[in-house]
Every structure is written in C-alpha cells, then in structure tokens.
C-alpha cells in the first residue's frame, strides 16, 4: 500500500521500506507529500547526522527536501538524469536525444504526453533547487559530471560505479 512502512531485519541491519504510489510517468513525478511527510518520521525516529540518497525517483524528492527541513546534511549519487531533464535517460519521445541535458530552460523540447512545459520548468527548477543544497552531487563520470554541470550543478563530484579490478 502506498505511504505504508514495513520494518525488517536483514543479517542484522534494520530495514524500513517504504510502499509507493503507482502512476503513469512514475519517474517523471518530482513532490510526493505524504511520503515526505512519512521520511521526515523516520528522520525524527532515526535522526541520523548524515543522508545519502540514491534512486529516489519513486520516492520523490520529496524524501530530499525532508532532510533539508530537518537540517540534516545530505550527499546525492546521480547516476541518470532525472534532476536535470524530463527525461531520465537524456532520450525524449521519438527516440530524439538530448546529450547535454537541457542547459537553455527553454529550449524547445518534445514533452511526454500531457506535461506542459511550466510544468516541466517548476520540475527541473525545484530537483535542480535540492540537488545544489547538497553537500555533494556524487556523478558516476567526468562527462556526466560535466553534464551535469552545463545544466546549472556546480557541487559535483565524480565517484565511478563499478568494481575495482583486483591487482
């Protein structure tokens, strides 16, 4: 059920997971209320002196913005482009790709069905807003990073994904 928590153990480490609201561009959505209403709870239960997010798509930012509230210091790990573009992986309707991202706010760009392009300028402002409050945008890469920072995000740093090889 969506907004419900369940808690678990796993090898010894505390679990909580969240139930999320199923929607059509579930991706696309930035501000989910109640379940930052439901993280700022957590937050106050658990009160952690740091926050790293990763993959909040389905959540919202809304778990972001939450931690800003509480004055608890946050890191974000940027992997795609949600933050910075309507489309997640920088590729639009009809296969038309944007590899920079979208650094002219208004640009002419090929919306999802339905969205407006004021709405897709209050998304990217406000994600772009909370990003920039971090202490860090941790980006997979130098291109993603540099991305990134055409797009108006100057707190990157990069931290490769993957496995070190072993020597």
Same mark, same amino acid.
């Given at each position: 059920?969506?907004?419900?928590?369940?808690?678990?153990?796993?090898?010894?480490? &505390? %679990? $909580?997971?969240? @139930?999320?609201?199923?929607?059509?561009?579930?991706?696309?959505? !930035?501000?989910?209320?109640?379940?930052? =209403?439901?993280?700022?709870?957590?937050?106050?239960?658990?009160?952690?002196?740091?926050?790293?997010?990763?993959?909040?798509?389905?959540?919202?930012?809304?778990?972001?913005?939450?931690?800003?509230?509480?004055?608890?210091?946050?890191?974000?790990?940027?992997?795609?482009?949600?933050?910075?573009?309507?489309?997640?992986?920088?590729?639009?309707?009809?296969? &038309? %790709? $944007?590899?920079? @991202?979208?650094?002219?706010?208004?640009?002419?760009?090929?919306? !999802?069905?339905?969205?407006?392009?004021? =709405?897709?300028?209050?998304?990217?402002?406000?994600?772009?807003?909370?990003?920039?409050?971090?202490?860090?945008?941790?980006?997979?890469?130098?291109?993603?990073?540099?991305?990134?920072?055409?797009?108006?995000?100057?707190?990157?740093?990069?931290?490769?994904?993957?496995?070190?090889?072993?020597?």
């Amino acid at each position: 059920q969506p907004h419900t928590v369940h808690l678990y153990s796993y090898r010894g480490v &505390r %679990v $909580y997971r969240a @139930g999320i609201v199923w929607r059509p561009y579930m991706d696309w959505h !930035p501000k989910d209320p109640a379940m930052g =209403e439901l993280f700022s709870q957590f937050l106050r239960h658990e009160k952690p002196d740091l926050v790293h997010f990763h993959s909040v798509q389905r959540l919202s930012a809304s778990v972001v913005e939450a931690a800003l509230r509480l004055n608890i210091p946050y890191f974000v790990t940027v992997h795609d482009a949600w933050w910075i573009s309507d489309f997640q992986f920088l590729v639009g309707p009809q296969d &038309r %790709v $944007y590899p920079e @991202g979208h650094p002219d706010p208004f640009e002419t760009i090929d919306l !999802p069905e339905g969205l407006t392009l004021d =709405e897709s300028l209050a998304r990217r402002t406000y994600l772009k807003r909370l990003l920039n409050q971090a202490r860090r945008a941790l980006v997979v890469s130098e291109t993603f990073a540099a991305i990134y920072q055409k797009n108006g995000i100057e707190n990157t740093s990069v931290n490769k994904n993957g496995i070190k090889p072993r020597t």
